[in-house]
């Protein structure tokens, strides 16, 4: 049976490690696409290094301070208007 992730946008947010990571991965693994952000640079960077190339052209990702309210929504509205914008 397919998996009802296959190709679906997930945005995933603490993606550089932890539970995030761990989402990440998962999501990866059944085929969804991913915008990942997080305030680590560094553990993006070597998250991103970590891909294979099909899995490295599914992953959009941003370094985003949760803590500052806006960035997250803004954020999101820019990963909604770019998905849409390929559908």
């Known amino acids: 049976?397919?998996?009802?992730?296959?190709?679906?946008?997930?945005?995933?947010?603490?993606?550089a490690s932890g539970m995030g990571l761990a989402t990440a991965t998962t999501l990866l693994a059944k085929g969804a696409f991913l915008g990942?952000?997080?305030?680590?640079?560094d553990g993006l960077s070597k998250?991103?290094?970590?891909?294979?190339?099909?899995q490295r052209n599914k992953v959009i990702t941003q370094v985003v301070d949760i803590t500052n309210h806006p960035a997250p929504h803004s954020y999101t509205q820019r990963k909604r208007n770019s998905a849409e914008s390929t559908e």
Do not use: H, R, T, Y
């Open 1 to 15: 049976m397919a998996s009802s992730i296959a190709n679906k946008v997930f945005i995933v947010m603490g993606s």
């Open 36 to 41: 990942l952000c997080d305030i680590n640079q």
């Open 47 to 54: 998250l991103i290094q970590s891909l294979n190339e099909p």
